[in-house]
């Protein structure tokens, strides 16, 4: 980000107001509709982010693509969350992360999915690989994992 987009305020707000607003939009839309909306709207910022780093193909490596969004997205960057690694297991890529938007402040075995985190993931993926792909949070740090990992299988 190479301008303050306000300019007293800076570029950031709390995760408190973020959480907030999930919670009131799934008391209006329900929880499906609104986990939809906001993978949706994370896919967008991750497609812009990976286009705007300039990872739109041509990459050495997902070792490459994981250092450049971990510094975008982590504690340099937006702090949307830290994104340990990114590894190929055959055909499915996981997405190793922490300290997410979505998991902070949860209770222990709350059933809260990372749905912007997942999209924002999701996005810059499709965008670096030029590829489809259907993504899924399969583990996570409020029910006893180490990380919050998103799986994502080619389409």
């Known amino acids: 980000m190479s301008e303050t987009l306000r ?13 907030s607003l999930i919670t009131g939009i799934e008391d209006v839309l329900g ?7 906001l993978i949706a709207a994370g896919r967008t910022r991750g497609k812009k982010l990976a286009e705007s780093l300039g990872l739109s193909g041509g990459l050495d490596s997902l070792d490459q693509a994981q250092a450049q969004l971990s510094q975008a997205l982590g504690k340099e960057g937006t702090r949307l969350c830290i994104i340990n690694k990114i590894i190929t297991e055959g055909d499915t890529i996981k997405v ?4 997410t938007v979505c998991s902070a402040g949860e209770a222990p075995d709350s ?3 990372c749905t912007f985190t997942l999209g924002a993931a999701w996005g810059a ?16 740090v409020l029910r006893g994992g180490t990380y919050d990992v998103f799986e994502f299988t080619p389409m």
């Open 7 to 19: 300019p007293q305020l800076g570029d950031f707000s709390s995760i408190v107001c973020f959480k």
């Open 31 to 37: 929880e499906k509709a609104t986990a939809i909306a």
């Open 96 to 99: 190793y992360t922490s300290e």
């Open 111 to 113: 059933q809260r999915k």
């Open 125 to 140: 993926l499709e965008q670096i690989l030029g590829q489809r792909f259907r993504g899924t949070h399969t583990d996570s």
